[in-house]
């Protein structure tokens, strides 16, 4: 997979080769505003240092 891959042109051309895209949302800030962010790129996975309230969040939007 990728990592920190955030060019909408560039998550499109790696996903049609298969290749998975994570983000690391890691800041004193990041939350749901910055989650909701990533997820809608359509990446694969979130680096966080909030894992519980991400999961939480990822549950309560209908997330994988």
């Known amino acids: 997979g990728l990592d920190n891959i955030s060019d909408p042109q560039m998550i499109r051309a790696v996903h049609a080769r298969g290749i998975a895209v994570w983000q690391d949302v890691q800041s004193p800030t990041e939350g749901p505003v910055s989650w909701?962010?990533?997820?809608?790129?359509?990446?694969?996975?979130?680096?966080?240092?909030?894992?519980?309230?991400?999961?939480?969040?990822?549950?309560?939007?209908?997330?994988?």
């Not at 359509?42 to 994988?64: C, S």
């Open 36 to 64: 909701k962010e990533a997820l809608s790129q359509g990446i694969q996975g979130l680096q966080t240092d909030k894992p519980q309230e991400l999961v939480h969040y990822l549950h309560t939007t209908n997330h994988r």
